[in-house]
């Protein structure tokens, strides 16, 4: 190709093949940042890293002047200089490797517990022989709140990582979140007045936002390429098994006096975990070259996150000089940044996909469950947690092969197939409720519900936070996976919100039929924009952005 991109009006996405304008090579990626394309941008290759740096104290700036002008000799090394062995995917060590991603899912994992904990923990609360309270006898508002409180929260945490990420770094924004987590816990556990519970329940909120805001960026950044996918769609596991404890936390508790604090107080271990954990683990390396740390810094970071594997000196430079030679740069890139340029596609891919997750049925499907199973005689009433229980190892069984694949089918193939499957199912679950009552009308729902939740947890499930964790760049990395996190619970909200309101006037059919549609413009958006990533380094995927940008 000759440092350049063909293109076509094709609409495939693919940063790795040749034949398109959203297609090139690895070559092509390593050397189209010539000194022409930055007399394009109207700037010159050290200043570049010298403005726009509000966040980034003086001495910083020098550090970053000095990787700039590393940089540049990097820039201006012919093509060849890259090694076979930096372009040869290295050996992972997979205990450190483990670990790394470890102890950030956990942080997923308290989130799904809540979720699952909550439902047993509102039944507990709200029984006079179980509460252990004399304010047990909540209005719905006030039962409503119990359940809402930690979503609040979990909005009111995006927002400040939206401000504080970049700040912060994705380790310690992990033990701030820990932290949250367990004073929350432990607030709950003891918590004597309905006050105090939603006070706890927000907190806990605020440690999912930033959680949930962290761990991807994290694991992205710091797991080798080749099991990247693996390890963050492996954290949507996590989010289900927490749901699962939380299901069988409550099966376990529900009866107990108090169990209410039993089940919220559970969650401080975890949290001790996190905490410990992420104190221990290194900074990820490429928040380190962002914040003004020295290279050596980032080299330390990339050799202990690397585990024996670090031990290859050469490697690590080659990494470190990847990171430094592919980011057009490494300044914070603020606000107006955020919503221009290269940056913008990514954040709409990103945004939209967290949209398109909460607002193609799920909270729909999963809160008639129970009555689904219950019409085909598979439970009754009581035995609604049961059946909770049995879905969500469906789920999770789901979630597995979603994992087991995502490296070697790819993003794309997921999501559209997975998204195709949705839309079919949903067309079941409304033919079924226009069928009427009646043993075929119910098998079809049963099918309709397990077809949707397989389709759903190999697809939006966890790719969509997959791609949330690696589409962005650095610059902006921080505040666009804030911005597509708190729409991720903004539009859970919202779909809680109106839900009740359109399932009573439009019907269960009609709604389900609404939310097929919204998946057929889902499934034409990913395959107009989602690009496909497996395999390919963060800073590959940054350069694919800039290519499309220069292209568009």
Same mark, same amino acid.
């Given at each position: ?17 040749t ?18 394309t ?20 003086p ?21 060849t ?7 040869? =995917?290295?050996? &992972?060590?997979? /205990?450190?490797? %483990? !670990?790394?991603?470890? +102890?950030?899912?956990? *942080?997923? @994992? #308290? ?20 509460s ?91 797991? =080798?390429?080749? &099991?990247?996918? /693996?390890?963050? %769609? !492996?954290?949507?596991? +996590?989010?289900?098994? *927490?749901? @699962? #404890? ?12 108090g ?20 104190a221990?683990?290194?900074?990820s ?26 031990s ?27 919503f ?32 689904? +199973?219950?019409?085909? *005689?598979?439970a009754?009433?009581?035995d ?17 092969v ?135 380094t ?15």
């Open positions: 190709m000759q440092g350049s991109v063909a293109r076509s009006a094709t609409p495939a996405r693919s940063i790795s093949d034949g398109s304008r959203h297609k090139h090579s690895f070559c092509a990626l390593r050397s189209y940042r010539s000194e022409a930055y007399a394009r941008r109207g700037y010159h290759r050290s200043s570049a890293f010298t403005t726009n740096m509000p966040l980034i104290s001495s910083a700036r020098r550090e970053t002047l000095v990787r700039a002008e590393e940089r540049d000799s990097l820039l201006e090394a012919p093509q200089d890259i090694s076979a062995a930096a372009m040869t =995917p290295r050996e &992972v060590d997979w /205990l450190m490797t %483990s !670990l790394v991603f470890l +102890f950030p899912a956990i *942080g997923g @994992l #308290l989130f799904g517990y809540d979720i699952g904990a909550t439902s047993g923990a509102l039944v507990s609360i709200t029984s006079q022989q179980t252990g309270t004399d304010w047990y006898s909540l209005s719905p508002f006030k039962s409503g709140l119990v359940v809402s409180s930690s979503l609040f929260g979990a909005l009111a945490g995006s927002v400040g990582a939206f401000f504080l990420g970049d700040k912060l770094g994705r380790r310690r924004e992990l033990m701030l979140a820990a932290c949250l987590y367990g004073a929350a816990a432990t607030l709950l556990f003891f918590a004597p007045s309905y006050p105090l519970l939603l006070t706890g329940r927000v907190m806990y909120g605020l440690g999912i936002g930033f959680a949930m805001h962290a761990a991807p960026a994290y694991i992205a950044e710091t797991a =080798p390429a080749s &099991v990247r996918g /693996l390890l963050i %769609s !492996l954290k949507e596991g +996590f989010i289900v098994g *927490g749901i @699962l #404890l939380g299901y069988l936390a409550s099966a376990l508790w529900v009866g107990d006096q169990g209410w604090r039993y089940m919220y107080g559970a969650a401080l271990p975890p949290a001790f975990i996190v905490f410990a954990g992420m221990w683990l290194p900074e390396p490429r928040w380190l070259l962002l914040s003004g740390a020295s290279r050596e810094q980032a080299e330390g970071a990339v050799r202990r996150a690397w585990g024996s594997s670090g290859d000196r050469q490697a690590v430079e080659q990494e470190v000089s990847n990171m430094l030679r592919d980011s057009p740069t490494l300044a914070p890139g603020g606000l107006a940044a955020l221009s340029g290269r940056n913008l596609k990514p954040l709409l891919i990103g945004s939209s996909l967290m949209l398109f997750q909460q607002i193609t049925g799920q909270p729909s499907v999963l809160y008639y469950a129970a009555k689904i +199973f219950k019409d085909a *005689g598979f009754s009433d009581s609604a947690t049961r059946v909770s229980v049995v879905l969500g190892f469906f789920k999770l069984v789901m979630t597995g979603a994992v087991a694949t995502v490296d070697s089918v790819g993003r794309r193939p997921l999501l559209l197939g997975g998204v195709a499957g949705l839309i079919l199912s949903l067309l079941a679950l409304s033919g079924a409720q226009t069928l009427g009552k009646g043993d075929f009308a119910t098998w079809v729902s049963v099918a309709g519900l397990l077809s949707y939740t397989a389709a759903y947890q190999v697809s939006f499930g966890p790719i969509s936070w997959l791609m949330v964790g690696e589409i962005f760049p650095l610059s902006v990395r921080g505040q666009a996976a804030a911005f597509a996190t708190f729409t991720n619970f903004g539009s859970n909200f919202l779909v809680s919100l109106v839900l009740p309101t359109l399932e009573d006037r439009a019907g269960l059919g009609a709604t389900y039929l609404i939310f097929a549609g919204i998946g057929v413009v889902a499934l034409g958006s990913i395959y107009a924009t989602v690009p496909e990533t497996k395999g390919k963060l800073e590959e995927i940054e350069a694919f952005w800039d290519e499309d940008d220069k292209g568009s």
